[in-house]
C-alpha cells in the first residue's frame, strides 16, 4: 500500500527488493471481477512471479478490507476518485520508480489471463503493445478458440500445457 497516495494504512515499501514482473490494474465498485482478474495474474508462471498493484479508485464496496486480507498484493486506495489515466500513471510510475520494475502489464480488471500470459510476452521481446478505444476493425486480431473448450458457454477443462500463441494471429 502507498500510503502517500492513499487513506488505508499499510506496509511501507522501503529498501525492497521486490519482483521484476509486475502487473496494474484498476478496481472501482466491482470485486468479483477484479478477485478473478487478481488469481489468475498472481498465477502466472513466469520465473521470479509478478508482483500485482490493485489501485482502488475511490471503491465504496469493502475492498479495502479484502485487500488489507491480501498480503501478496500491493494496492493504492484513492480517495476521491480520479481519471483513470491518473491511476495508470501514478501506478505505473510507483512500479517503474519505487520497485524498478523490468516489465510492467496495465490491465483491466476484468481481463483474466492465461497462466502463460506473461511468460510468453516476455518472451517474444518485452515489446508489449496495447489498444484502446480503436475503431479500426484491422487493429484487433481474433485467435481462434482453444480445442480444449467452448470458452463462450464456460465448458472448460483446460490443459496443464498450453500452446505457444501464434504471433502472425
Same mark, same amino acid.
Given at each position: 500500500?502507498?500510503?502517500?497516495?492513499?487513506?488505508?494504512?499499510?506496509?511501507?515499501?522501503?529498501?525492497?527488493?521486490?519482483?521484476?514482473?509486475?502487473?496494474?490494474?484498476?478496481?472501482?465498485?466491482?470485486?468479483?471481477?477484479?478477485?478473478?482478474?487478481?488469481?489468475?495474474?498472481?498465477?502466472?508462471?513466469?520465473?521470479? &512471479?509478478?508482483?500485482?498493484?490493485?489501485?482502488?479508485?475511490?471503491?465504496?464496496?469493502?475492498?479495502?478490507?479484502?485487500?488489507?486480507?491480501?498480503?501478496?498484493?500491493?494496492?493504492?486506495?484513492?480517495?476521491?476518485?480520479?481519471?483513470?489515466?491518473?491511476?495508470?500513471?501514478?501506478?505505473?510510475?510507483?512500479?517503474?520508480?519505487?520497485?524498478?520494475?523490468?516489465?510492467?502489464?496495465?490491465?483491466?480488471?476484468?481481463?483474466?489471463?492465461?497462466?502463460?500470459?506473461?511468460?510468453?510476452?516476455?518472451?517474444? &521481446?518485452?515489446?508489449?503493445?496495447?489498444?484502446?478505444?480503436?475503431?479500426?476493425?484491422?487493429?484487433?486480431?481474433?485467435?481462434?478458440?482453444?480445442?480444449? &473448450?467452448?470458452?463462450?458457454?464456460?465448458?472448460?477443462?483446460?490443459?496443464?500445457?498450453?500452446?505457444?500463441?501464434?504471433?502472425?494471429?
Amino acid at each position: 500500500i502507498l500510503p502517500a497516495c492513499g487513506d488505508v494504512p499499510g506496509r511501507v515499501v522501503s529498501g525492497h527488493e521486490g519482483p521484476v514482473n509486475w502487473i496494474v490494474t484498476i478496481h472501482y465498485n466491482n470485486p468479483h471481477l477484479t478477485r478473478q482478474a487478481v488469481d489468475s495474474f498472481l498465477a502466472q508462471d513466469i520465473d521470479g &512471479g509478478v508482483g500485482v498493484l490493485v489501485i482502488d479508485n475511490g471503491s465504496r464496496d469493502g475492498t479495502d478490507r479484502w485487500l488489507g486480507s491480501r498480503p501478496e498484493l500491493y494496492s493504492m486506495s484513492l480517495r476521491p476518485s480520479r481519471s483513470v489515466s491518473s491511476c495508470w500513471n501514478l501506478g505505473v510510475r510507483w512500479v517503474l520508480g519505487e520497485q524498478g520494475a523490468g516489465y510492467v502489464l496495465v490491465f483491466n480488471n476484468d481481463v483474466v489471463l492465461r497462466p502463460d500470459t506473461y511468460r510468453y510476452l516476455v518472451d517474444d &521481446g518485452g515489446l508489449f503493445v496495447t489498444a484502446v478505444g480503436s475503431h479500426d476493425p484491422e487493429s484487433v486480431k481474433s485467435l481462434p478458440v482453444p480445442e480444449w &473448450g467452448d470458452v463462450k458457454r464456460g465448458e472448460q477443462n483446460p490443459p496443464t500445457v498450453y500452446p505457444k500463441p501464434d504471433p502472425a494471429a
